[in-house]
């Protein structure tokens, strides 16, 4: 069986300023989210990702992240909030 993934194709949403910063909020909730899950299991920070010690870089508040990470974070947000809007839903505040 090939797995052939199929995301909803968001290539013509286009976002607001205030979307992108709805964005950059939710980003940062998905870092805070994913370090929860780890230090519940056990994770510290460390200097490098260890997985038999348990210890990862980004177990830190996500304003001392490197900027591809914050990108990283980011790029799931922003695909959420895209794909919401492709399937016809409205975000408002």
């Given at each position: 069986?090939?797995?052939?993934?199929?995301?909803?194709?968001?290539?013509?949403?286009?976002?607001?300023?205030?979307?992108?910063?709805?964005?950059?909020?939710?980003?940062?909730?998905?870092?805070?989210?994913?370090?929860?899950?780890?230090?519940?299991?056990?994770w510290t920070y460390g200097p490098r990702r260890d997985d038999g010690a348990k210890t990862h870089p980004d177990l830190v508040p996500y304003a001392d992240l490197p900027e591809e990470e914050k990108e990283y974070d980011r790029t799931t947000a922003r695909e959420i909030v895209k794909g919401i809007l492709a399937l016809g839903f409205e975000i408002r505040k």
């Amino acid at each position: 069986m090939t797995y052939l993934p199929r995301p909803i194709d968001t290539g013509r949403i286009l976002v607001s300023g205030d979307v992108e910063r709805l964005i950059e909020m939710l980003a940062e909730s998905v870092h805070d989210n994913w370090a929860q899950r780890r230090i519940k299991e056990g994770w510290t920070y460390g200097p490098r990702r260890d997985d038999g010690a348990k210890t990862h870089p980004d177990l830190v508040p996500y304003a001392d992240l490197p900027e591809e990470e914050k990108e990283y974070d980011r790029t799931t947000a922003r695909e959420i909030v895209k794909g919401i809007l492709a399937l016809g839903f409205e975000i408002r505040k």
